[in-house]
Each structure stands twice: as structure tokens, then as C-alpha cells.
């Protein structure tokens, strides 16, 4: 399993997937709608998600590795995003999570980002928001040889 994941996400208050979809001339992998509940009692959401993850198939991918995913998407939909975004009717992020679960993997550490997708980015005037988790034992409670 990666310690990466990457996704591309549209939010708008006021465009359902479907417009969304129809906008950008792709759909996503996954949506959800203005109005829906994620579950009976909770509330009404008040905007519409459209999300395309990018699929490697790399159990190990980097960042880097995922690049040409993104790239393939095309200049089109980048330009498409920016022509959301700059419509005001949605919000684009480009998010990167990254879990780090053994501290002595290189493979773990570190993003790198190419001139191609930071330009790919700047098309879609999309943000980037990168959350990083820390699965790691500190080491602060004793252990039954040394107590």
C-alpha cells in the first residue's frame, strides 16, 4: 500500500455533480450531491463534491509516480478547472495525504512536485493542500524489560 494518495476535488454550492460533470466534460470517481445526508440524521450537505482519485498501479507510488496520471487528464481539463474556478462557482483543490508509518523508509519521506504538474495546477488555479500523518511510537511509556 502507498504512503501516498492524491485526488483532484471540485466544491461548489451551488452545482451538483452532474453540472459539474458537464463543465469539465469528465466524470468523477466519486460525488456527492447538495442536499444529500451522510447518514438519516445528519444534515443536508450545503455543497456538491466531484472527486477524481488518482489510481496507480504501484502498490509503493510516490508522488512522482502519480504525475503522469494527473498530466494525462489532460490540459483541457485543467483549463476547464480554471474556467470553473474563475466563474466563482466552485472551488478546485489538488490534495495530497501522505502516511508515514516507518520513519527508516525513504520511500515514505518527502514529495516532490514537477514544473508539469505545478503548471497542470496553475492551469486548473487549483489550491494544494498536502496533510501529512505520523504513525510512530515515541517511545515515552516503558516497556516490560526496562520499566
Given amino acids: 500500500m502507498s504512503a501516498f494518495h492524491i485526488y483532484l476535488r471540485v466544491v461548489s454550492d451551488s452545482l451538483q455533480p452532474g453540472e459539474i460533470s458537464m463543465k469539465l466534460g469528465a466524470e468523477p470517481d466519486e460525488s456527492t450531491s447538495i442536499g444529500s445526508r451522510r447518514r438519516p440524521q445528519s444534515p443536508a450537505r450545503s455543497h456538491a ?17 502519480m504525475e503522469p496520471v494527473v ?25 495530497i495525504v501522505q502516511e508515514i508509518r516507518d520513519l527508516d523508509d525513504p520511500q515514505q519521506k518527502g514529495i516532490f512536485l514537477g514544473a508539469d504538474l ?30
Avoid at 49 to 65: F, Q
Avoid at 128 to 144: M, T
Fill in 118 to 147: 505545478l503548471s497542470w495546477i496553475a492551469a486548473a488555479k487549483a489550491s494544494l493542500d498536502i496533510d501529512q500523518y505520523v504513525y510512530h511510537e515515541c517511545g515515552d511509556e516503558p516497556d516490560a524489560a526496562h520499566p
Fill in 71 to 95: 498530466l494525462g487528464w489532460g490540459t483541457d481539463l485543467a483549463a476547464a478547472l480554471g474556467r470553473l474556478v474563475d466563474s466563482g462557482e466552485a472551488a478546485v483543490t489538488l490534495g
Fill in 49 to 65: 463534491t466531484w472527486i477524481r482519485r488518482v489510481d496507480t498501479t504501484g502498490g509503493d507510488a510516490r508522488p512522482e509516480d
